[in-house]
């Protein structure tokens, strides 16, 4: 495991990167870290360069004091990929990482081999407002395990869930909240025509977080992209089914990434 801190817009990220061979880009979400996607990285580094960030705000990366606006995200990332000397890669984002690759998309469209998105959504999150009142009547650490059981399934394990908040806690307050107010201000629901590359959609049946209607949303308005619904599990997918997760990954890239 290679762990590299690298400078990017008046902070420092943590990032992981391993393997060889085309660039493979991780993105978690909001009070996640690289960690969400594990099982991903394990998987994937043995066929290719897995780049796998801690945003700005999160894990161990640096902290500052905000905004954290979704465009903020999208510059790390392109300068992130600048200091890695990468031109171009399949950016995989679960969440808040989902709205996140999709931007970068928009942005960088030249960048982008194809998009995986887990669990995410091209619209507002509506529910960002009553979150922040519960962080701040709550305190951060409630307000984050209330979330994440919400988040879950049924059979979401209590030893995911307790790594989960662990991971969690490693975003301060001010972050969380700044965070809550960027995803109910992001809204490419009106763009997503605009995006022409390869695009897989992973979505859990029972996510509430970000729901099959907004799945299928983005799988009716982005050409061509692939639903993959996962079925008995709710927002972690990649954690809950990681194995059937990274054969549907894994047949994506097949055609993606073949020479």
């Known amino acids: 495991m290679a762990i590299q801190r690298v400078s990017v817009v008046s902070t420092e990220l943590s990032c992981?990167?391993?393997?060889?061979?085309?660039?493979?880009?991780?993105?978690?979400?909001?009070?996640?870290?690289?960690?969400?996607?594990?099982?991903?990285?394990?998987?994937?580094?043995?066929?290719f360069r897995v780049v796998a960030p801690d945003l700005r705000g999160h894990g161990d990366s640096e902290k500052p004091t905000g905004p954290y606006p979704i465009s903020a995200f999208v510059v790390d990332l392109a300068r992130l990929l600048d200091a890695l000397d990468i031109d171009r890669a399949v950016i995989a984002g679960h969440s808040m990482g989902g709205r996140v690759a999709m931007s970068f998309a928009l942005e960088h469209p030249k960048r982008v081999l194809g998009l995986v998105l887990a669990g995410t959504s091209a619209a507002p999150f509506d529910r960002a407002g009553e979150q922040i009142a519960r962080v701040r009547a709550l305190g951060l650490e409630r307000e984050l395990r209330e979330f994440i059981e919400f988040e879950s399934s049924p059979?979401?394990?209590?030893?995911?869930?307790?790594?989960?908040?662990?991971?969690?806690?490693?975003?301060?307050?001010?972050?969380?909240?700044?965070?809550?107010?960027?995803?109910?201000?992001?809204?490419?629901?009106?763009?997503?025509?605009?995006?022409?590359?390869?695009?897989?959609i992973i979505v859990g049946d029972l996510d509430r977080g970000a729901p099959m209607a907004a799945a299928r949303q983005?799988?009716?308005?982005?050409?061509?992209?692939?639903?993959?619904?996962?079925?008995?599990?709710?927002?972690?997918?990649?954690?809950?089914r990681p194995e059937l997760v990274n054969r549907?990954?894994?047949?994506?890239?097949?055609?993606?990434?073949?020479?």
């Open 218 to 240: 983005l799988h009716e308005r982005i050409s061509g992209s692939q639903l993959a619904i996962v079925h008995d599990v709710a927002h972690f997918t990649m954690l809950e």
């Open 16 to 47: 992981e990167v391993r393997g060889q061979g085309k660039t493979l880009v991780f993105v978690h979400g909001n009070a996640g870290t690289r960690q969400n996607w594990r099982p991903q990285i394990e998987y994937f580094a043995r066929r």
């Open 248 to 259: 549907y990954i894994d047949a994506f890239l097949d055609t993606v990434l073949r020479d």
């Open 155 to 200: 059979q979401t394990p209590e030893a995911m869930k307790r790594e989960l908040l662990e991971e969690a806690l490693k975003t301060p307050e001010h972050v969380r909240i700044a965070l809550w107010k960027a995803v109910s201000e992001f809204d490419v629901s009106t763009r997503l025509g605009e995006i022409r590359t390869p695009t897989l």
